[in-house]
């Protein structure tokens, strides 16, 4: 479906800073990295901090006076600053060190406009905060279109998991009904939100505590929302500082059988 996006400045500064760190992470691709160790076994790349500078640059020319919050390079502005943006060069770190193309790159300006590059596959997922569209290559931009079609459910599986032992996202593998209803994939990368919101996912299920302003999660929850997914917390509660991970669903339908799921392992 073609839409009729003519332009929104936040959501342009949004969708050039996710080309551009996109750019990098692609460039980048397939060398040897020096890795930069962060705690619990974690650990970003030389590509996770050139793609933040090069998205960090974006957003400094068209926007000098507004905050940053970076995966990388950590708050810089106001962290109560109006306007803030939050920035994740490349989610899915993990996969993007051993050569799986499973990455996105994270762009968002809190509670407005964001976007999510997929670098390998040449889409860019944006939202102007009222509506969410996806562009490809140069084409005509597309309005996304959440669907339960695929049945697929993307669950997080990573540790740690902040919401043990009353649930843990991996809990639904177990679920006898989940498993009737539902097939389970493990992407690793915030880009499955942008999926739910296309249509390539029927959900995506995560524990964990407040994701709203993560900077992991700032920007497909931001498309999900103006795709018209129902977005909540493991507990159904809005998300926010009082919920607990997220459970993004195409329909009601499909976000009523993983809540029932959902309680019934807690």
Known sequence: MINSYTGSDDADVAIAGARAGADVVRSMYGQWLPRIDKAAGDFATAADVAAEESILDVIRAARPHDAVLGEEGGQQGAADAVRQWLVDPLCGTLNYAVGNMLV????????????????????????????????????????????????????????????????????????????????????????????????????????????????????????CRAAGCVVTGIDGAPIGETGRGLVVAADDDTHGLLMSMIRSRS
């Open 104 to 223: 996105a790159v994270n762009v968002a300006l809190r509670d407005g406009a964001a976007a999510v590059a997929d670098p390998f596959n040449g889409e860019v997922f944006f939202t102007d905060g009222e509506t969410a569209w996806v562009r490809h290559d140069g084409a005509d931009d597309a309005l996304l279109t959440p669907t339960p079609a695929s049945r697929l459910v993307d669950v997080n599986l990573d540790p740690p998991f902040p919401s043990a032992p009353g649930f843990r996202a991996v809990d639904l593998l177990a679920h006898l009904e989940f498993v009737e209803r539902f097939r389970p994939r493990v992407v690793s990368t915030t880009l499955a939100l942008a999926w739910v919101a296309a249509g390539k996912r029927a959900a995506y299920v995560t524990d964990g505590g407040d994701l709203s302003r993560s900077v992991h999660f700032a920007a497909g929850i931001a498309l």
